[in-house]
């Protein structure tokens, strides 16, 4: 396979937390011990919360990224907004780099047909081309949507959102862009909203690609009080058979939101079950 950026392990003695052992085992996560870090003082920073997921994921290898380039950023997001968000939070902008980093690695993977999860932060699914809130600051998924379009010269492409909050970011993003359709899934007990789910990719033509939003925050013990771990699970493999079959078996996931540090872990391992 040809990735693109260079892939190195986590060596024992540079890692936070120990992350021994974790070579040649069979399941991957990206991940940087960057993403440790708390860069500023909102909730999707907090410390505590990655370790709650690899923490969980321990029988994974972990692959760690590079930072993203200026050049990765400008492909959604305008000079101004960059320049903003390195004035202001510098901290916060290398950390920003690196999760824009980790999705373009796991999009990568996908597609070179390995399903792949990018425990990354900061979110990015609210930053628009010109705007940012919500603790996203430049929007990973479509960073590495867009390159990969461009680069792969795709014919489309497909972002399924199953985060508590609409992805304001990635809609504005793609709104005029006929190559990528965003879809943000609604439902008002869980299953309805996994039918929700089903219903729309069974009307959704062939894709080359398929990059997901995956946030945890709609957990029944999470903001959004509805999901079960288990429905992580069912969410996940919904969207591996409907990339297997009409997807060219190409998807990867980042993370977005997911606040609770005691479940977010297992809710995480409960999807990668399903998605890989
Ligand atoms: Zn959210």
Redesign the pocket.
């Known amino acids: 396979m040809a990735f693109r950026k260079t892939i190195k392990m986590i060596t024992p003695d540079s890692a936070k937390l120990t992350l021994k052992g974790r070579k040649n085992m069979s399941k991957q996560v990206i991940f940087h011990e960057g993403y440790y870090l708390e860069y500023t003082s909102d909730p999707a920073a907090k410390t505590g919360r990655m370790e709650a997921i690899m923490d969980e994921l321990t029988d994974f290898s972990v692959i760690t990224p590079s930072p993203a380039t200026i050049e990765d950023v400008l492909l959604v997001h305008s000079e101004e907004h960059l320049v903003r968000v390195q004035n202001d939070y510098d901290q916060v902008y290398k950390c920003a780099l690196l999760a824009v980093g980790g999705a373009l690695l796991a999009a990568d993977y996908a597609y070179n047909q390995q399903p792949i999860f990018a425990a990354i932060r900061p979110?990015g699914?609210h930053a628009s081309p010109d705007g940012y809130w919500?603790f996203c600051y430049f929007n990973n998924v479509a960073i590495a949507v867009r390159y990969y379009c461009i680069q792969k010269q795709l014919r489309n492409a497909l972002i399924v959102d199953f985060?508590?909050?609409f992805g304001d970011g990635s809609n504005n993003t793609f709104r005029n862009d006929p190559l990528v359709t965003y879809y943000a899934a609604e439902g008002t007990t869980p299953n309805d909203f996994i039918a929700n789910l089903i219903d729309f990719l069974a009307q959704m033509s062939e894709v080359d690609f398929l990059a997901v939003s995956a946030?945890f925050?709609?957990h029944e013990a999470d903001?959004g009080g509805l999901l079960s771990t288990n429905d992580y699970r069912s969410i996940g493999s919904i969207l591996k058979t409907y990339s297997e079959d009409h997807g060219k078996n190409r998807r990867f996931a980042c993370l977005?939101?997911?606040y609770n540090h005691s479940v977010l872990g297992k809710n995480v391992r409960a999807f990668i079950d399903g998605f890989y």
Do not use: I, N
């Open positions: 979110p699914h919500g985060d508590l909050h946030g925050d709609r903001w977005e939101g997911g």
